[in-house]
């Protein structure tokens, strides 16, 4: 693994409390790219833009007693209550969900159709598809942005279609998806990759597609993921082009407008 200089990170790691992890900018970077953690006995970083890491030793560990939480089985998102704000529960923080999703130009508005959650434990707002029950970190503070709960597809769809004889537009996160699926009509299948790669179990899905739009962040992650997608779609026979999201910016912080325009046709090959 190449290493990243203690005095790169260290400092950062230092200031966390003890079991906590948070995601810090790394250099010039327009975004918190590398994670941070301090660890019972180490501090370990590493940066998901120019995939390096670090680990250092802690000299001096004061021991505990051993007393460990009861840990959730694996799958298990806990006790959920339904976000609806037509029927408010009083044990949900409604404007602290409703100001995170504006934060990420969402809406309840975007993700309704897949039945909003909120776990209290883990800070998640969790959506349900067929394929998967996902959940979006609202603290900041988690490694993970999106967790999957439980789901053996390495995608999750933001409409329950079918992806035969579809014009399928893939994007990196589930809510870039479900903004796009709003606007979109009812030939158009938006389906996040939850990431940048595309695997197989999707790609041997994508056969029956009538076509495969590329819409992923406008980052240097983003562009490269493109181009790999776009080959092994191409490689298979597979129509494909791509739509140019502006730098730095994520398909989801885009207007309705720019939307619009999208789903009408215009798009860069």
Aim: hydrophobic share 35%.
């Amino acid at each position: 693994m190449s290493c990243l200089h203690p005095s790169e990170w260290l400092h950062l790691a230092k200031k966390l409390p003890v079991g906590r992890t948070q995601r810090v900018y790394h250099g010039a970077e327009k975004r918190p790219n590398l994670v941070v953690k301090n660890l019972t006995d180490k501090y370990t970083c590493w940066c998901h833009a120019c995939h390096k890491g670090g680990v250092h030793q802690k000299e001096f560990v004061k021991v505990l007693d051993d007393v460990r939480p009861t840990n959730r089985k694996a799958g298990d998102p806990g006790f959920l209550r339904s976000i609806n704000l037509a029927l408010p529960d009083l044990n949900i923080p409604y404007s602290d969900i409703v100001m995170f999703l504006h934060s990420k130009h969402m809406t309840l508005d975007y993700i309704q159709h897949l039945n909003p959650q909120w776990s209290a434990q883990d800070k998640r707002i969790v959506l349900t598809t067929e394929d998967q029950c996902v959940g979006r970190d609202t603290t900041g503070h988690s490694p993970s942005k999106w967790y999957k709960y439980y789901g053996d597809c390495s995608y999750v769809r933001a409409n329950p279609a079918p992806i035969k004889a579809k014009t399928v537009v893939l994007t990196e996160d589930l809510f870039s998806a479900c903004k796009g699926q709003y606007f979109a009509p009812g030939d158009w299948l938006f389906i996040s990759l939850m990431g940048t790669s595309l695997y197989n179990d999707l790609l041997v899905q994508l056969l029956q597609a009538k076509e495969v739009v590329m819409l992923l962040d406008g980052d240097d992650a983003g562009r490269a993921g493109t181009h790999s997608v776009i080959r092994a779609l191409r490689l298979v026979g597979v129509p494909c082009c791509t739509v140019v999201v502006p730098e730095d910016q994520d398909p989801k912080d885009m207007s309705p407008e720019w939307w619009r325009i999208i789903i009408k046709g215009n798009t860069n090959v």
